[in-house]
């Protein structure tokens, strides 16, 4: 690992998704270790196509991209889980496995990183409780609502507690005292150290949080701002807790 190289690089990204229709254009963008970035604009803007470039689910069509000193264009297939094991991913379509229960489906990506039933059935409620779900551990996705639906996304992409969190339209569907709980959540991961990453159009919460904001505009960055956030009372009081847990 280069320490002194940016840990996120898009130098003149393009996607292109056909002749007419593109993705991303043109996107420069240099994200830090321990960064917390809103991406944020209108739907079809390109939130989810940055994303997923990260997440090699797309390919740039032009350009460079830089990832933990690694250059996106030399990613594999094969190379692609050890990619995204370096990340937790939140879709906004959830993503969730259909054939498993909510419990099941976290712990899934507990074993897929070679950790024992017994680390599962410990760590697993612990984080299902933190993201406000454990009451819903035995159902299977279908059976939830939206917001319990994406609260079990969140609790899968943290279970491995990844350096980095990519997050698409993470609050969508909770209501607007779930959206606040979640946020907070993330902000106590990004102090511990995460690097966050968060695709949203919902302005109130991204007002309310502040730090960086990148707005996209048909796949252009047209803004690219850092924002202390409204609450500061709030936030500091969060931060008093959060040395004393340590
Ligand atoms: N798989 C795809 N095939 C063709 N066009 C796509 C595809 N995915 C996204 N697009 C187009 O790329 C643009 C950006 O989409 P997207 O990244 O999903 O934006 P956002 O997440 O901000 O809503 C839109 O014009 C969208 O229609
Ligand atoms: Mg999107």
């Known amino acids: 690992m280069q320490r002194s190289a940016p840990y996120i690089q898009f130098d003149r990204v393009d996607v292109g998704y056909s002749d007419v229709s593109y993705g991303l254009r043109g996107i420069s963008l ?3 270790r321990g960064e917390f970035v809103f991406l944020c604009g209108l739907t079809g803007s390109g939130k989810s196509t940055l994303i997923k470039v990260l997440t090699r689910e797309v390919k740039h069509t032009d350009g460079r991209v830089l990832f933990d000193g690694q250059d996106l264009s030399e990613i594999v297939p094969e190379t692609v889980p050890a990619l995204r094991r370096k990340m937790g991913i939140v879709p906004q379509d959830f ?19 070679g950790r024992t039933r017994r680390e599962v059935s410990k760590a697993v409620p612990v984080l299902l409780e933190r993201v406000n779900i454990l009451h819903r ?15 079990g996304a969140i609790a899968r992409a ?18 607007p005292e779930h959206s606040v709980g979640l ?24 007002e309310q949080f502040g730090r960086r904001i990148v707005r996209l505009e048909f796949g252009r960055i047209v803004e690219d701002v850092r924002q202390e956030p409204l609450i500061e009372e709030s936030a500091e009081a969060l931060a008093v807790g959060g040395s004393e847990d340590a």
């Open 183 to 206: 946020m907070q959540l993330l902000e106590e991961l990004n102090r511990q150290g995460m690097t966050i990453i968060v695709a949203t159009h919902d302005m109130p919460v991204v």
């Open 30 to 32: 240099t994200i830090s």
């Open 137 to 151: 551990a035995d159902q299977y996705p279908k059976e939830l609502s939206g917001g319990e639906r994406q609260r």
């Open 158 to 175: 943290l279970i491995n507690n990844p350096p980095l969190l990519l997050a698409d339209e993470p609050t969508a569907n909770l209501d």
């Open 95 to 113: 993503g969730l496995l259909p054939n498993k229960k909510v419990w099941e489906n976290v712990g899934y990506a507990m074993r897929a990183v």
